[in-house]
């Protein structure tokens, strides 16, 4: 499994862009993938994650509501929809894929890591 994030750029606050992870080695329909992020000086944080099948959604707290998770396995792509963006959600985001068919927010469940995309949010 490699992981290819992309989607990033620059947005004004209150923006939208959508990220997307696709695998570029094999497909990943069996398996959990997970959005984190990391902002500057900070650690690596959880932000979604989408079962197999998509029928187990997580969001933080800070992102509910304004983010949507969602997958395509026969494109074995998931995306990241990003509404009304705030400066603190400038982040480089990570997705990842986890071992088994669900997974949860701890980065440990996770096996296989893409590179980042960074999102910068500008007030």
């Known amino acids: 499994v490699q992981l290819q994030a992309s989607g990033g750029g620059l947005v004004q606050s209150g923006g939208s862009l959508r990220l997307s992870c696709a695998n570029s080695?094999?497909?990943?329909?069996?398996?959990?993938v997970g959005w984190f992020r990391q902002a500057p000086g900070k650690e690596r944080e959880f932000v979604a994650s989408?079962?197999?099948?998509?029928?187990?959604?997580l969001y933080d707290d800070s992102v509910k509501g304004r983010f949507t998770i969602s997958r395509d396995n026969a494109m074995s792509t998931v995306y990241l929809q990003m509404n009304s963006l705030k400066p603190e959600d400038t982040a480089v985001y990570f997705c990842?894929?986890?071992?088994?068919?669900?997974?949860?927010?701890?980065?440990?469940?996770?096996?296989?890591w893409g590179q980042g995309t960074l999102v910068t949010v500008s007030s």
């Open positions: 990842a894929a986890a071992k088994g068919p669900y997974s949860g927010r701890r980065q440990t469940e996770y096996l296989y």
């Open positions: 080695r094999r497909t990943f329909s069996n398996n959990a």
């Open positions: 989408i079962s197999w099948r998509g029928s187990n959604i």
